[in-house]
């Protein structure tokens, strides 16, 4: 592996405040990053304070109930949890829709149930509990728990559980072990399941306990054969296997992989570093006076950099159905291109837990395409190669893309800075980011290869095209246009695809020096 421009260092575990540590650390040395080299500390982004993991997690879980018909905001629906309020991920999560109906949860010392909670008033008591400092689900008013809830501890031999606690769990035995509890809650027959804790409590049916690594949750876990949630939402790390999560898709269940659900904290991170390298830019310029003025502008912008996070999460999570509903439609061709990727390095069968061709092609669930925490996989990989190729190019020095660059970057910025941005001594990795970011939600995850081999142009060229019949031919309106129309899923969803094909006609045209009109008339387009 080679050596890195920079690595944004992210405390986790209630470390956060070791990001002071780290960077004095830093400035001791002289180093170029300064306080930039660990994120969060005194005059960086408070995560838990923005809830920017769990807002950005529950842009996902959002986007994957839309998908059913659901609006999670105002449809109450049933919730069990790995988690307790006085965490960043699962205590946010918990506070993101007052709709939210939590019958279950449990931590690494004891057990909430509420078989029948009432939206709002459990809502007000999680709240309050949140702000508690260093709370534990001790802390929760018994009074607002429905009959037959209460708290337990997980280490109990024997949990009295009531009637209805039973029925909520599917539970015969009165007395089960808190151990016992734990699996029926994980197996529960509800909407949600939202981890925001810490181990692994799903694996493949196909696994052993040994496989999964995480031996102090081995009498707790269940297979994803058993779960009977609807949806998961993955706001911790590593809470189910790369396996469990794609027998659990192929069993008609709704979920992505932790890698794209919390990719809001270190997207917050990235963007932390990026604006902290470029305001020392300014200091040395003279364009700020002092530190002081750097942070405070730092802390100005804060609600702008969670809404630039929280629009990567949003599309993400979009592209991800639309790569579904184009691999459904042509699932031989999908399959075919997951074997390039592995024949070619891009993926690892082994490490990125890739089905075979054989499996694949006899995937039961085939009609929704590809399993969706594969295009997860799909997704990152595709990205980092194009990134790692279109660096080898000289497109990100091109003046035409240095609008790529003042995007990244919140608008107070761009205002008053956006001449110095070109000084950012990243900026080439900034740029290459956000295009490929934004061609591969786009266009899918086959578009550069597929369209490489069809025109035999080389990857910066394919890739300057698309951006060029892309703004030439008013495509970001015209998606606005579809999105913004209030239309069912389905039909947005092919308002969308419609667009791309359109698109991928233009840029094969222009890359075959056929038309250099864009040609598209969106009115005729759009179905």
Not at 77 to 105: E, H, P, Q, Y
Not at 183 to 200: F, P, S
Not at 441 to 448: H, P, Q, V
Not at 500 to 520: C, I, K, N, Q, Y
Request: net charge negative; glycine share 10%; aromatic share 8%.
């Amino acid at each position: 592996d080679q050596d890195d421009p920079y690595l944004v260092v992210a405390a986790d575990k209630g470390t956060a405040h070791l990001s002071d540590t780290a960077n004095s650390v830093s400035a001791q040395y002289g180093f170029w990053l300064g306080d930039a080299f660990a994120s969060g500390g005194s005059n960086g982004y408070d995560h838990k304070k923005e809830a920017i993991t769990a807002r950005g997690a529950w842009e996902c879980v959002r986007h994957l109930f839309r998908n059913l018909g659901i609006d999670v905001q105002t449809q109450p629906f049933t919730c069990v949890g790995i988690g307790d309020m006085a965490g960043d991920v699962f205590g946010n999560g918990m506070l993101r829709s007052r709709v939210t109906k939590l019958v279950a949860a449990f931590n690494h010392q004891h057990i909430f149930l509420d078989p029948n909670p009432d939206p709002e008033r459990s809502f007000v008591e999680r709240a309050r509990v949140f702000a508690l400092p260093r709370s534990s689900w001790r802390d929760y008013d018994v009074s607002a728990i429905s009959d037959g809830g209460g708290v337990f501890d997980r280490s109990a031999k024997a949990i009295p559980l009531s009637q209805q606690a039973r029925a909520i769990l599917d539970i015969d035995d009165p007395d089960p072990s808190g151990e016992e509890v734990i699996r029926a809650i994980l197996k529960a027959r509800v909407d949600l399941l939202y981890n925001g804790g810490i181990g692994t409590y799903v694996k493949a049916s196909t696994e052993e306990d040994l496989d999964v690594g995480d031996r102090s949750n081995d009498r707790v876990r269940v297979d994803a054969s058993d779960l009977r949630a609807r949806v998961v939402g993955e706001g911790g790390n590593l809470g189910l296997t790369q396996r469990a999560r794609l027998e659990f898709w192929t069993r008609g269940g709704q979920i992505n992989t932790d890698a794209i659900d919390n990719s809001g904290g270190v997207d917050m991170s990235d963007h932390e570093v990026n604006i902290k390298i470029l305001l020392d830019v300014l200091l040395r310029e003279g364009l700020l006076k002092s530190r002081t003025e750097r942070n405070a502008l730092l802390r100005e912008m804060t609600d702008e950099v969670s809404e630039l996070v929280l629009s990567d999460n949003e599309q993400q999570a979009l592209a991800l159905t639309l790569d579904g509903l184009r691999s459904a439609a042509a699932y031989d061709e999908y399959v075919a291109f997951v074997e390039e990727l592995v024949a070619s390095g891009v993926m690892n069968r082994l490490d990125d837990a890739v089905p075979s061709r054989e499996e694949l092609l006899a995937n039961p669930a085939r009609d929704r395409g590809l399993p969706r925490p594969l295009l997860c996989v799909l997704m990152g990989r595709v990205k980092n190669w194009a990134f790692a190729s279109l660096q080898k190019t000289t497109l990100p020095e091109d003046e035409a893309n240095r609008g790529w660059l003042e995007h990244y970057f919140p608008k107070q910025l761009q205002a008053s800075y956006g001449a110095q941005f070109a000084k950012h001594p990243l900026y080439r990795e900034i740029i290459g980011t956000a295009i490929v970011n934004y061609l591969v939600n786009k266009a899918g995850i086959r578009f550069i290869g597929a369209t490489m081999a069809s025109s035999g142009q080389d990857l910066g060229a394919v890739i300057q095209a698309y951006l060029d019949v892309d703004q030439g031919a008013g495509a970001a309106a015209a998606r606005a246009k579809v999105v913004g129309a209030g239309s069912p899923p389905a039909q947005e969803y092919e308002g969308l695809l419609a667009i791309e094909r359109a698109l991928e006609r233009a840029v094969r045209a222009r890359l075959a020096g056929t038309s250099l009109d864009w040609g598209l008339d969106w009115g005729q387009v759009l179905p």
